[in-house]
């Protein structure tokens, strides 16, 4: 069974940057589609971005342009860049596979955004 932690999360200014990974115990190259989900305090948790196995995205038009979603299959981690960082991208980050598996679920990583 493979297990996901999350890592890279923290304190940032409005217009700052993180790079979050999410590591996996491992391989992942099975696995087609990898997400970043989120999940804001009395919110529901939301798709982020995805990638597939062969490195094609998407991202939730709330990210377009700010947010670059990666993978390195032999590294078994999946990683998202986030630049531009708004007040309203304060979550808990997650990662999982899409369609999402409820038992990979990990603790996520805790981004703020204040000034």
């Known amino acids: 069974q493979v297990q996901l932690v999350e890592s890279g999360g923290g304190l940032v200014q409005p217009g700052g940057s993180l790079r979050l990974s999410c590591a996996a115990s491992r391989s992942i190259f099975s696995i087609n589609i990898m997400a970043w989900y989120r999940q804001a305090p009395g919110k529901q948790r939301e798709l982020v971005a995805t990638?597939?196995?062969?490195?094609?995205?998407n991202y939730a038009d709330f990210v377009k342009g700010r947010f670059t979603i990666s993978r390195d299959n032999a590294k078994n981690t999946v990683y998202l860049q986030m630049n531009s960082l708004k007040p309203e991208d304060t979550a808990v980050y997650y990662c999982n596979r899409r369609p999402v598996q409820n038992n990979l679920w990990g603790q996520g990583t805790q981004v703020t955004v204040s000034s």
């Open positions: 990638i597939t196995s062969d490195g094609r995205t």
